[in-house]
């Protein structure tokens, strides 16, 4: 038995601790603000994606989902054809137990739409946690549009205690169908959403069959989605880390060698905590994984070791 303490979010029964009945311990609630989805299994595959998430998560008391859902115009939320939706308003409902908000977006704009309504998203959520007191939240963007934009925002998360998570999905700025101009913002926009998340997880592999059946059939990552994108001739795989983390792998056509020797900037390697090194390494090798020597980290005490993918980039396990 658990026993909460709220507040009212607009219709909405917002938990920022749980408590065991018994007095044995205090957990915070974590929120979690997903920014970029049209909406929540109305449209494409970030709606998808936000559709099938909560339902995994509705009965866990621990996470609170907010999407900001868009409105009006193409690829509007229309609530009322989720089976099971809670309608507070005209603006607000609720569904997998996630608190849903719609803002209209001015049409006019254009293909600047998805721009206009991932700040106002945005600046919806901040609002919201000044309102409601929620601290520590984590703010997941889903693509790159607002890279310009975007620092002042962070900047307003972090003095919540809060951390921005960004999903890339790949390069928009290499889609020929988009004219110069328009190219370079999205490059410039990928940048400065990479330059101030606070995590990032997307590798891009050479050998799309190579990676898959390094990342899937030798480590064991569960595949949630799998999409070949012929518009922009690549391979996106979607998999399972654990129960918090995802990691994307793009296969693209040619892309530049990674420069491990020597070490250049950027991404250094991705690490892996582990309940035993010595156990991990053997069930690597079973399957033809072979790793560094195991040393301790000077800084931690623990054990460590290193290992390669199927394109070389240094991956860690750490105890």
């Known amino acids: 038995m658990v026993a909460g303490v709220l507040h009212q979010q607009d219709g909405f029964d917002v ?5 065991e009945t018994d007095g044995s311990r205090t957990m915070k609630v974590q929120h979690v603000f997903i920014i970029g989805s049209k909406g929540i299994g109305n449209y494409g595959g970030y709606e998808t994606f936000v559709d099938k998430l909560t339902e995994y998560y509705q009965n866990n008391q621990y996470i609170k989902y907010h999407i900001v859902c868009k409105e ?23 569904y ?5 908000v719609k803002i209209h977006v001015p049409e006019k704009l254009g293909s600047a739409q998805a721009i206009y309504y991932d700040v106002e998203a945005l600046k919806e959520s901040i609002s919201c946690c000044k309102k409601y007191n929620i601290e520590h939240p984590i703010f997941y963007i889903l693509a790159c549009r607002v890279g310009p934009f975007v620092g002042k925002y962070v900047k307003q998360i972090h003095d919540l205690g809060g951390k921005v998570y960004v ?4 390069h928009e700025w290499m889609r020929v169908k988009w004219p110069e101009p328009v190219r370079k913002y999205w490059k410039e926009s990928e940048r400065n959403m990479v330059k101030h998340a606070d995590l990032l997880i997307a590798i891009i592999v050479s ?22 994108r012929p518009e922009r001739k690549d391979w996106k795989l979607d998999l399972r880390v654990n129960e918090y983390t995802e990691l994307e792998i793009f296969a693209e056509e040619n892309p530049p060698k990674r420069v491990n020797r020597p070490e250049a900037c950027g991404l250094r390697h991705l690490a892996f905590c582990v309940e035993s090194v010595e156990q991990t390494v053997r069930k690597l090798a079973e399957v033809g994984i072979e790793c560094e ?13 290193f290992f390669h993918d199927s394109d070389g980039l240094p991956l860690e396990l750490h105890e």
């Open 167 to 170: 999903n890339p999905d790949g």
């Open 293 to 305: 020597p195991i040393r301790v980290d000077d800084y931690t005490g623990k054990k460590m070791t």
């Open 72 to 94: 009006n115009g193409q690829g509007a939320m229309d609530e009322k054809k989720l089976i099971g939706a809670q309608i507070v308003d005209k603006s607000h409902f609720v």
């Open 207 to 228: 050998d799309y069959e190579a990676a898959r059946e390094f990342y899937v059939n030798k480590l064991g990552f569960a595949v949630i989605r799998e999409n070949y």
């Open 15 to 19: 938990k920022t601790e749980i408590d």
């Open 96 to 100: 997998h137990n996630a608190s849903c």
